[in-house]
């Protein structure tokens, strides 16, 4: 089990849905959540400028996100996410959960070396069973 899971996705249904999988499948002590890239980029952005460093090691190990959102989408996110800037997160896995799978996005995605896999919408029981071993 892990202890912390960032949901980030502009769709508060699939964020609710996330959440109950998640839980039932106990994958998570706790799941936080975001609704855009910006928003995320902020929380991480607060973890580094208001907590002591013990704190810090309290941050999610993995990211659930979504590509498509108004303010800043997911290639956004990752763009900004995989800089200097937020490097003491290096470590967070990202699983990218998209409605549609295009096979140019799978591949941008991999460009990413903190993506670890690409799936489909909506997130099921299995599909964390399946993750369970890649993280």
Same mark, same amino acid.
């Given at each position: =089990?892990?202890?912390? *899971?960032?949901?980030?996705?502009?769709?508060?249904? %699939?964020? $609710?849905?996330?959440?109950? #999988? !998640?839980?039932?499948?106990?994958?998570?002590?706790?799941?936080? +959540?975001?609704? /855009?890239?910006?928003?995320?980029?902020?929380?991480?952005? %607060? !973890?580094?400028? +208001?907590?002591?460093?013990?704190?810090?090691?309290?941050?999610?190990?993995?990211?659930?996100?979504?590509? &498509?959102?108004?303010? =800043?989408?997911?290639?956004?996110? !990752?763009?900004?996410? &995989?800089?200097?800037?937020?490097?003491?997160?290096? /470590?967070?896995? *990202?699983? #990218?959960?998209? @409605?549609?799978?295009?096979?140019?996005?799978?591949?941008? @995605?991999?460009?990413?070396? $903190?993506?670890?896999?690409?799936?489909?919408?909506? *997130? %099921? !029981?299995? =599909?964390?069973?399946?993750?369970? &071993?890649?993280?």
């Amino acid at each position: =089990m892990l202890d912390q *899971i960032l949901c980030i996705d502009d769709d508060p249904i %699939t964020l $609710m849905l996330c959440k109950k #999988v !998640l839980i039932k499948a106990s994958f998570s002590n706790e799941i936080i +959540t975001s609704q /855009n890239g910006e928003e995320a980029l902020c929380y991480f952005n %607060t !973890l580094k400028y +208001t907590n002591t460093e013990s704190e810090l090691k309290k941050h999610p190990q993995l990211i659930f996100l979504d590509l &498509n959102m108004p303010v =800043m989408g997911g290639w956004e996110f !990752l763009d900004q996410f &995989n800089t200097e800037a937020f490097s003491e997160f290096k /470590n967070i896995k *990202i699983i #990218v959960l998209s @409605s549609t799978i295009d096979p140019e996005d799978l591949e941008k @995605s991999k460009k990413y070396p $903190m993506v670890i896999d690409f799936l489909s919408k909506p *997130i %099921t !029981l299995a =599909m964390l069973e399946y993750l369970k &071993n890649k993280i």
